[in-house]
């Protein structure tokens, strides 16, 4: 089952210094219109097969996109394929946005 963590939960937990992937979906004009205000590691929806290998399977991923229809997606993927412990982004950007930080443009 994919957990579900809103934007306030995932920094919280971060700044506790729990270890997280926070992994960015999205396209790359997406980031460069809307950038995460965070540390993040950067691999597009359609390279995630091929790249899934940058990421530890017994790490902790949070996965984010626009509005977390992809991240829910992704983080499917992920799981089938033998990561341990993925999460998704509740609302995404969007909701990073929204509720955390509202210069993050929005698109």
Known sequence: MIGELTVQQFLARRAQGTPMTLLDVREE???????????YL????GQIPERSGEMDPAGEIVVMCRSGGR???VARYLLRSGFANVSNLQGGILAW??????TIPVY
């Not at 004009?29 to 995460?36: T, V």
């Not at 950067?42 to 929806?45: C, K, L, Q």
């Not at 946005?97 to 509202?102: G, N, T, V």
Request: hydrophobic residues 30%; without cysteine.
């Open 29 to 39: 004009w997406e980031i460069r219109l809307s950038p995460a205000p965070s540390e």
């Open 42 to 45: 950067h691999i597009p929806m």
């Open 71 to 73: 991240s829910t997606e």
């Open 97 to 102: 946005s929204r509720d955390i930080d509202p």
